[in-house]
C-alpha cells in the first residue's frame, strides 16, 4: 500500500506532499524535451512543483528541474511556470 493519500504528488522545491490539482507539472519527454505539462497528463517523466511563487523561487534557486532531469532546463521553462502562477 502506498504510503501517501492518492492523487498526491511531492513537490520538488519544498519537499512536501499535496493534492496534484494545486500543483504544476513539468515533464521531459523520450526525446529529453523539457517542457511545462498544463494538461498534467503527458507521457514522460514529471517533476511537481506548488503553484506558488515561494516554491517557484526556491526552485529556480536550486535549479530543482536542472537535478532532476539530469540535464540542463532552458530558462523559458522556468518562465512558463511563473506565468501559469
Known sequence: MPSNPKNTRKCAACRQHSDKSGMLRVCRDKNGVVFV???????GRGVWV?????CLDLL?????LNAAFGTAVDEQVYGRLYELL
Open 37 to 43: 505539462d498544463e494538461s498534467g497528463k503527458a507521457d
Open 50 to 54: 506548488h503553484r506558488s511563487k515561494e
Open 60 to 64: 529556480v534557486k536550486k535549479r530543482g
